[in-house]
């Protein structure tokens, strides 16, 4: 433990000039964008095709939840 304490204690704080982001960061930002978008098109399909198939008559309704009025 006193090892530790010790590196925690000698190990200077960086300055800002010293930390940066980078293009690595910046790329695994826009995969991240990217993966978003595909998760928010691949869910507005299967919505779709979900409200396509209750149209049909594909779920049967004694499943479905009550509607309060």
Known sequence: MLPLLLTLA???VP???NVKAGWTAFAV???LLAAVG???W???RQLKKV???SEEGV???SDAPHKHV
């Open 59 to 61: 779920y049967d309704e």
């Open 38 to 40: 595909v998760l928010g």
């Open 42 to 44: 691949s869910f507005s």
């Open 51 to 53: 409200k396509k198939a």
């Open 15 to 17: 300055t800002d000039n």
């Open 29 to 31: 930002f826009l995969l």
């Open 10 to 12: 000698t190990d200077p």
